[in-house]
């Protein structure tokens, strides 16, 4: 179906945009909670792709300026992690949570640099979308592993699900006949719709309404 370069634009923006919210949702409710609100493996790879696609194989405009402005909040989510991880992991994890983040983020790097070079893939539209799949799927097991709604939002996992829905549309459109992208399309949004929905449940058995606590400041 062709699309006119100034839809495909507005499409682009708008995802950034909500992915932005998102990322600042998330630390928004990090320092509230003194807790990190994005899983760590998926820190790691999202610091490397913004990395990599920003300063060392650069995307065209607006999609650089979009990867620093994620980079920026990455480094704000790490710090975060990096303050409040060892406490949230205590024990053995929480003892050598340093030395396995530093190894984390090295082979988020590797991965993600080896996929991209593999593939040819410039747009990095392959490991976006893998480690995609791979935060969906982590949010939820975030969300069993904690006994509470902390360092979690419902307008993250909104926000998050809708920009990710965005971009999909938008690279389905220009390569419809992939089978490895249409199905993270599909399993993205499914483990998203799933989390919001079981998110929305802790929500409720914890007690917590939605409304004020997305209006709470401090």
């Given amino acids: ?3 006119s ?9 708008g995802s950034g945009i909500l992915w932005t919210l998102t990322y600042i949702l998330i630390v928004k409710r990090g320092f509230q909670d003194r807790t990190f609100g994005m899983p760590l493996p998926a820190l790691a790879a999202n610091l490397s792709w913004e990395f990599i696609f920003a ?10 300026y979009i990867n620093i402005t994620w980079f920026v909040f990455d480094l704000i989510i790490l710090y ?5 991880g060892p406490a949230a ?12 983040f530093v190894i984390g983020i090295a082979a988020a790097f590797g991965a993600v640099l080896s996929v991209t070079l593999e593939f040819q893939d410039w747009e990095g539209k392959y490991a976006a979308f893998g480690q995609n799949l ?24 909104v926000f998050k699900m809708l920009g990710t829905l965005l971009a999909s549309i938008l690279f389905h459109i220009f390569d419809p006949s992939s089978p490895l992208l249409n199905f993270l399309f599909l ?18 058995e914890c007690g917590v309404d939605l409304r004020r606590r997305a209006l709470r400041t401090t």
């Avoid at 370069?5 to 923006?13: D, N, P, R, V």
């Avoid at 992991?89 to 396995?100: D, I, S, T, V």
Wanted: with cysteine; charged share 10%; net charge positive.
């Fill in 55 to 64: 300063f060392i194989l650069p995307q065209g405009s607006p999609q650089i």
């Fill in 80 to 84: 975060q992690a990096l303050r409040f």
């Fill in 5 to 13: 370069t100034e839809l495909a634009g507005l499409i682009q923006i």
């Fill in 1 to 3: 179906m062709p699309i």
């Fill in 187 to 204: 399993a993205i949004l499914f483990f998203d719709c799933t989390y919001i929905a079981l998110l929305y449940r802790k929500h409720r």
């Fill in 89 to 100: 992991f205590g024990g053995f994890l929480g003892k050598w949570f340093y030395p396995a």
């Fill in 134 to 157: 791979m935060m969906s799927i982590l949010f939820n097991v975030m969300l069993f592993r904690r006994a509470d709604v902390q360092g979690q939002s419902m307008y993250v996992a």
